[in-house]
């Protein structure tokens, strides 16, 4: 079976309280879990200021 990558952008707008770091890593644990897949990983977390 051959593997694939897919390359996913999540823009989110979170409270003050909540943490970015939380958030991505319940988003990677629901795709484990809905879709099965090998590994999911959060490579990087960019604040950005809104305009």
Known sequence: MPRT??????ELDLDS????ER???EI???IR???GV??????S???RETT
């Open 5 to 10: 990558d897919v390359y996913l952008k999540v």
């Open 17 to 20: 309280q909540e943490s970015p």
């Open 23 to 25: 958030i991505a890593a």
């Open 28 to 30: 990677a644990r629901m």
């Open 33 to 35: 879990r809905v879709y």
């Open 38 to 43: 090998r590994n999911v990983e959060v490579s």
């Open 45 to 47: 977390i960019m604040p």
